[in-house]
C-alpha cells in the first residue's frame, strides 16, 4: 500500500514543501527542483568543473562535489537540493574503467557481452568505492540550509546495464537488445548484480543524509511493455523494497521512479512501491492523476525546451502545467528532463519564480 494513504501516525510528518508533496500532503503552494539543476548552464559550475581538471574528478572530490551541489541554491530559490554526482559511478566501483571523452560523453574501454566478463565485476561497498559521495552527502548536509531536503539517486540497473554493455551512449541500442533476446539470462545475471549493488548505494546515501531518493530509468522508454516489466520495472521494485523507507528522524523517505518516455505504463511503475512518479513531457499530469488516482505524487513535467522561450511565454507554459491539477495535492513542479547545458540561468529564474507565484495563487 501506499504511503500517502496508509502512513503510520507515530512517523512525524515532514516540514518541507518538498517532502509534503512527495506524500501528498498539504502544501501552501507546489514545491521546485529541477533534473541538473547544477550543471554547465551555470558559470559558477564551469569555473569549479575547471578547477577540478575533469568531470570524473569532480564528481570524486567531495568539497568540490558539496559545491555545485549547493550553487543553484544560492542563486534560486528552490525546495529541495540533489546531489551532485554520476549515475555511471556504480560501474566504475564495480570494476569497470571509465573515462568521460570530451563531447562524446561517458566511455567504459572494456564492456560487458557475455557471462565470463560478469566475472570482473565486484560487489562494491559503499564505504569504500563509493566513500568519495557519502562524504559529499555529509559535507552538504552540514552546509544546507536549515530544512533544505536533500534528494540521493542513482541510475536503474536496466540504464546502468545499457551503458555497460553499449560501452557509451547509444542511439540504437542495438547490443543490448540483441543480448535481450539471444543472451536474456546474461542480462538478467548483469541486473540481479546492479540490484544488489543499487540497493546497498542507496541505503548508504540514506544512512548519510539524503531524505530522498530517485532512481533514474532514463533508458527504460527503448523497451516495449514485457520487456520493460521484466528488465527494467522488476529490478527498480526489488531495489525499492529493500530501501530503508525512514530517516534518523522518524520521517518517511520518498522513493521517486523517474523512467522516461513511459508514460504509457503508469500502473505498471505504479507497482513498483515508488512514493512518486516523474513524468516527462510526453504525458499530461491531469491524465495521470485520472489513471492513478491520489495514491501516488507526480513530478514534473515541463518540456525543458520551454526555457528557450521568451520569459512570457515560460509563464504561460508554467501555468498550464500547474493548472492541470490546481488545488490537488501530490505534485512537485520539475522538468521533464534535465536542464539543457547552455540555458540561460536567468530563464531558469524566470520558470521558479512563476511556479512561486502561480501555484500560491492557485492555492489561495
Not at 570524473?56 to 555545485?68: F, G, W
Request: charged share 20%.
Amino acid at each position: 500500500m501506499h504511503a500517502n494513504n496508509t502512513a503510520p501516525s507515530i512517523h512525524p510528518e515532514p516540514q518541507s514543501l518538498f517532502l509534503r508533496a512527495c506524500l501528498g500532503l498539504e502544501v501552501r503552494r507546489t514545491p521546485v527542483w529541477l533534473m541538473r539543476q547544477a550543471g554547465r548552464y551555470l558559470p559558477e559550475y564551469r569555473e569549479v568543473r575547471k578547477l577540478a581538471g575533469d568531470f570524473l574528478s569532480l564528481c570524486k572530490n567531495p568539497e568540490l562535489a558539496a559545491r555545485v551541489t549547493l550553487q543553484p541554491l544560492q542563486r534560486f530559490e528552490l525546495d529541495a537540493a540533489i546531489l551532485f554526482s554520476d549515475i555511471l559511478v556504480i560501474p566504475e566501483a564495480m570494476g569497470m574503467e571509465l573515462h568521460f571523452l570530451e563531447g562524446e560523453g561517458p566511455h567504459f574501454p572494456k564492456p560487458l557481452r557475455r557471462m565470463a566478463d560478469l566475472d570482473r565485476l565486484v560487489p562494491p561497498d559503499p564505504r569504500n568505492q563509493l566513500g568519495y559521495v557519502l562524504a559529499a552527502i555529509r559535507t552538504i548536509r552540514q552546509q544546507l540550509p536549515a530544512g533544505m531536503p536533500l534528494i540521493g539517486f542513482s541510475g536503474s540497473p536496466w540504464t546502468l546495464a545499457t551503458y555497460m554493455i553499449e560501452g557509451g551512449s547509444s542511439k540504437k541500442f542495438s547490443l543490448i537488445k540483441t543480448l535481450l533476446y539471444n543472451d536474456p539470462e546474461f542480462l538478467e545475471a548483469l541486473l540481479d548484480r546492479l540490484v544488489v549493488a543499487v540497493t546497498h548505494y542507496l541505503n548508504a546515501q540514506i544512512d548519510h543524509g539524503v531524505q530522498a531518493v530517485q532512481l533514474f530509468d532514463t533508458w527504460g522508454g527503448i523497451l516495449g511493455p514485457d520487456e520493460y516489466k521484466r528488465f527494467s520495472l522488476e529490478p527498480m521494485a526489488r531495489i525499492i523494497a529493500g530501501l530503508k523507507r525512514h530517516g534518523s528522524d522518524g520521517v518517511r523517505i520518498p522513493i521517486i521512479v523517474f523512467s522516461k518516455g513511459c508514460g504509457g505504463y503508469l500502473e505498471t511503475i505504479a507497482s513498483s512501491g515508488c512514493d512518486v512518479i516523474g513524468l516527462d513531457w510526453t504525458m499530461a499530469l491531469d491524465q495521470a492523476r485520472r489513471q492513478l488516482g491520489p495514491r501516488i505524487a507526480l513530478q514534473g513535467n515541463l518540456d525543458p525546451a520551454v526555457l528557450y522561450a521568451t520569459p512570457e511565454r515560460i509563464r504561460l507554459e508554467v501555468r498550464r502545467v500547474l493548472e492541470t491539477l490546481g488545488r490537488q495535492n501530490g505534485h512537485i513542479f520539475n522538468l521533464g528532463h534535465g536542464v539543457e547545458p547552455n540555458m540561460d540561468p536567468d530563464k531558469v529564474q524566470t520558470l521558479i519564480q512563476a511556479v512561486h507565484e502561480i501555484s500560491g495563487a492557485l492555492r489561495a
